[in-house]
């Protein structure tokens, strides 16, 4: 005598066999992701005047800007992604990437160096 359970399976069984499998081949195919997917900041270095609005705005204390130095620095591993310093910033020099940092066994700490906009070149020029 056959049990039911093995119909049961069988029945599904064939219905898989005619169907699209639903794992995706992840490192050949490379994942799509959401819009709304919160990944890692990352800076318009170009577009940066150094105000230093999203390190007031970041909860963990994350960001670090030295205006002397002409320094941006975020420490990945004590982002929370919340993109507070996102909506905070001023000049839109801040996006929200789609993509996660790459795990580590080692605290990143991204340290930018912010180009002088043309104007307080020539100020600095002039003041030499």
């Known amino acids: 005598m056959i049990p039911l359970a093995s119909f049961k399976m069988a029945k599904t069984v064939l ?3 005619f169907k699209k499998p639903v ?3 992840y490192p ?3 994942r799509e992701w959401e819009e709304r997917t919160r990944g890692h900041v990352s800076i318009i270095k170009e577009n940066c005047i150094l105000c230093g609005i999203c390190a007031r705005k970041c909860p963990t204390d994350a960001i670090s800007v030295d205006r002397k130095g002409k320094t941006w620095t975020i420490e990945r591993m004590s982002c929370i992604q ?4 996102v909506e905070a910033c001023p000049k839109d020099c801040l996006v929200m990437e789609q993509t996660y940092t790459s795990p580590d066994v080692h605290k990143i700490s991204d340290t930018f160096e912010i180009p002088l906009p043309e104007k307080e070149k020539a100020s600095e020029n002039a003041t030499s």
């Open 15 to 17: 219905k898989s066999l």
């Open 23 to 25: 794992t995706k081949m």
């Open 28 to 30: 050949v195919v490379p």
């Open 82 to 85: 919340c993109s507070s310093c």
